[in-house]
């Protein structure tokens, strides 16, 4: 083993990690997982920047703040073999899930509270014939250019006509109509997913951020959306990743369990069941950072006609802020009682913002050690963020909650982002023009249950 070899390993992991690092990773992965020179890129890739995310059933759709597969698969390899039970406690899309199926793990478990991703990771995680989808394509396509839609039957959600045109309002009913002629449900579901992109495609919203936005510009006569044109360019897209998918995973035995609840609370999962956890909490409230709720409204409406979805940013982590300040939780890290002592001195409701967040997050940081067999790995994968000028040490904050559930913090790994569509710049002052950076990195945290 070389000198900067060692230095570097010396740099990534304590000595524990290091050696099942060492002895778990195989450097004869798939290229689109590595390209891998030599050893020394093993142990030092965590930023995986110049590989494609979007590769197998993980580009059938976007999600914000998806995880990396290549990073999923790197700490699959590392903490499981084919016995691992394997669970991920915000499963989003389902990458963990996905991902743990193509390494043929004994069973994978998702928790997710929002039913629009609990239905694309089920999608996303079902090998399909590919001969069997291009039949299904052509059924649609027939019944679309033969069409004889009833014009008083069109779907209808609250404000419909506010985010679509009264054109793109009737192509996708009849599209839908066409998609749910289909009998068998997976092959509906699939292209019901590929229906969810042509809806954002072709809606009024802008596509910069997550968040829902008219984007006045579309409202022009130029902007003449082609629905089935659309649905066919992205089924192309998908079908070629589902024939590598399929080939990849067809014989693949991987039990999939997908709960659509919430982590905050006990699941239906066994005390000391589960081989190891990996997953990637959301980094503050949906108000503040991510709007899963707002980016999966308009799909979930069209497809599943289920307004619910409106109240999920507020039912998701941090969403609801009546707490108060003599929460245990201050006692149990200093760092948060010391930075948020410096917000609420600003701004006392955005303090309870902050604080109810990290509530919930330990009280799934509870559930995930009692499900975790003792002596095995729990790793997050998580961002810090900038409230009213402060610096929220997320990471060190879970650190010091983790500690005191009972879990071993093993180590603490920075990687940069990339390709986030995530605002990476905000107004904390509320000063226009002032800006501070946020999120510019993230952290691997690895827990270990005692
Ligand atoms: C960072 S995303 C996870 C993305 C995922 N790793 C992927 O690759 O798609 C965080 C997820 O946590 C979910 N979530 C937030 N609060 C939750 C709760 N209380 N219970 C379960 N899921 C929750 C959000 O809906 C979101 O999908």
Known sequence: MNAALNKTMLNYSSAEMLDIVK?????????????????????????????????????????????????????????????????????????????????????????????????????????????????SFS?????????????????????????????????????????????QIDIQNFFLLILSDVIRKVSLTKHSGFKLHRDKLKLSPSFKPNVFFEFEKLFNKNILLMEEFYIESKNNKT??????????????????????ILTS??????????AYGQFSRLSWQWIKNDSNIYSLDNDL?????????????????????????IIKNIDSLRAKDVLSFYIDLYETLKNAYFYLKHDKYFVLVTGNRTVKNVFLRTDTIISELAHIIGFKVEKVLFR????????????????????SNTMLQENIIFLRKN
């Open 139 to 183: 059924e649609i396509k027939n019944f679309y250019n033969s069409a004889n839609y009833d014009l008083n039957n069109l779907d209808t959600f609250y404000n419909i006509n506010f985010w679509f045109k009264e054109e793109t309002i009737i192509e996708l009913s009849i599209l839908k109509k066409c998609i749910t002629q289909i009998e």
């Open 416 to 435: 940069n982002i990339i390709n986030k569509r995530m605002p990476d710049k905000n107004c904390p002052t509320n000063i226009k023009g002032q800006y």
């Open 23 to 135: 002895e778990k990773i195989k450097y004869n992965e798939n290229s689109s997982y590595y390209q891998t020179n030599d050893m020394l890129e093993w142990y030092s890739e965590w930023d995986f920047k110049q590989y494609n995310p979007n590769i197998y059933s993980h580009g059938f759709h976007q999600y914000p703040a998806k995880f990396i597969p290549q990073l999923a698969r790197k700490l699959l390899r590392v903490f499981t073999d084919n016995n691992s039970v394997v669970l991920d406690i915000f499963s989003g899309s389902g990458t963990t899930l996905i991902e743990s199926f193509l390494l043929n793990r004994k069973k994978s478990i998702g928790i997710e509270l929002n039913p629009f991703a609990v239905f694309m990771a089920d999608v996303k995680t079902k090998p399909i014939n590919p001969i069997e989808l291009r039949q």
């Open 255 to 276: 039990e999939i369990l997908l709960i659509h609840g919430d982590s905050r609370k006990k699941q239906n999962i066994d005390e000391n069941s589960i081989d190891f």
């Open 317 to 341: 982590l941090g969403g609801k802020n009546n707490v108060n300040f003599n929460n245990e939780i201050l006692e149990f890290s200093a760092t948060l009682k010391d930075q948020l002592e």
């Open 281 to 290: 909490p959301p980094y503050g409230d949906s108000k503040t950072t991510v």
